[in-house]
Nanobody
Framework: QVQLVESGGGLAQPGGSLRLSCVVS????????MGWYRQNPGKEREFVAV???????LYEDSVKGRFTISRDDAKNMVYLQMNRLQPEDTAVYYC????????????????WGQGTQVTVSS
């Protein structure tokens, strides 16, 4: 009932930039926090950045000053601008959202996208 679709991944050179986008669709009354996580094979999924419904942002230490998360509530979208990319940023990036789907919901439901591959290599 709620779908998240990421786009914008690909290959970038060290020092380069990419912009990830994620659109949230389906039965949605309100979207609260929206975030980005990343995962490499054999490793746990790790937090990258989050933005709350009032625009408060939080970043993982290694991406501070390089990545910027933003959202467009009119379009139900969240973005991740990634600058000064490093090979260590290579991973599958996942979009995440906390959603209220109906007035009867007593709490948010959490949803994930399918992921988009980011590869940083020369």
């Amino acid at each position: 009932q709620v779908q998240l679709v990421e786009s914008g991944g690909g290959l970038a050179q060290p020092g380069g930039s990419l912009r990830l986008s994620c659109v949230v669709s389906g039965t949605i009354l309100k979207i609260y926090s929206m975030g980005w996580y990343r995962q490499n094979p054999g490793k746990e999924r790790e937090f990258v950045a989050v933005i709350t419904s009032i625009g408060t942002t939080l970043y993982e230490d290694s991406v501070k000053g390089r990545f910027t998360i933003s959202r467009d509530d009119a379009k139900n979208m969240v973005y991740l601008q990634m600058n000064r990319l490093q090979p260590e940023d290579t991973a599958v990036y996942y979009c995440n959202a906390d959603v209220i789907q109906s007035p009867e919901d007593k709490d948010t439901s959490n949803h994930w996208g399918q992921g988009t591959q980011v590869t940083v290599s020369s």
